[in-house]
């Protein structure tokens, strides 16, 4: 019974070791191809020239989340705060 145990801990224990080996080297495969088109489009950029526009006609990327779900967590405040301060203008403005 212990043997089982001991052979199926060791088995999953290889399939792990193989999962992570297997994702440490997709990484690395990753980091070669952004160092390799990296350093071509640095090539390319230089070779436009000091009057060339190749460095600079490169925009950075957009985020890829809207503001609004970035920022999702000051919605409810904001309404909070807008209803409190209307709520007090409309009893400033009865009470006059």
Excluded at 22 to 35: A, D, R, V
Excluded at 41 to 47: A, E, G, W
Excluded at 77 to 90: D, F, I, P, Q, S
């Amino acid at each position: 019974m212990s043997r089982e145990r001991t052979s199926k801990a060791l088995c999953k224990q290889t399939q792990e070791t193989s999962q992570v080996k297997q994702f440490q080297n997709q990484q690395q495969q990753l980091k070669g191809k952004e160092m390799q088109s990296s350093a071509s489009t640095v090539t390319t950029s230089s070779s436009v020239g000091v009057g060339g526009q190749g460095a600079a006609s490169k925009l950075p990327e957009p985020p890829k989340e809207s503001f609004a779900r970035r920022y999702k967590f000051v919605w409810p405040l904001l309404l909070t705060v807008n209803l409190a301060v209307g709520g007090e203008m409309m009893h400033i403005f009865l009470t006059i």
